[in-house]
């Protein structure tokens, strides 16, 4: 089993930054794959951002571009940094950890003006 801690969300207005961080409380860097999810009210949970152990990312439309995955294995830590924020990236964040059916709490990331 291993548990995942987001942190790093919060309220900012439109065109800002973030940086979002989910620890894992056991050693990732053989693990194939890990990933950013988000879901809004109402809507589904959505792929954000993927990255394998090897440093391979994928993403979704929406944020191409715009967000980078990336994961520090010494650190067993993998963070989202979310450029050029809009209003309809508003969601709760998600970390997951799919070789183990690991999800995180979630972090509420707010675009508001």
């Known amino acids: 089993q291993v548990q995942l801690v987001e942190s790093g969300g919060g309220l900012v207005q439109p065109g800002g930054s973030l940086r979002l961080s989910c620890a894992a409380s056991?050693?990732?860097?053989?693990?194939?794959?890990m990933g950013w999810y988000r879901q809004a009210p109402g809507k589904q949970r959505e792929l954000v951002a993927l990255?394998?152990?090897?440093?391979?990312?994928n993403y979704a439309d929406s944020v191409k571009g715009r967000f980078t995955i990336s994961r520090d294995n010494a650190k067993n830590t993998v963070y989202l940094q979310m450029n050029s924020l809009k209003p309809e990236d508003t969601a709760v964040y998600y970390c997951?950890?799919?070789?183990?059916?690991?999800w995180g709490q979630g972090t509420q990331v707010t675009v508001s003006s």
């Open positions: 990255i394998t152990s090897g440093g391979i990312t």
């Open positions: 056991r050693s990732i860097a053989n693990i194939y794959a």
């Open positions: 997951h950890l799919p070789a183990f059916s690991s």
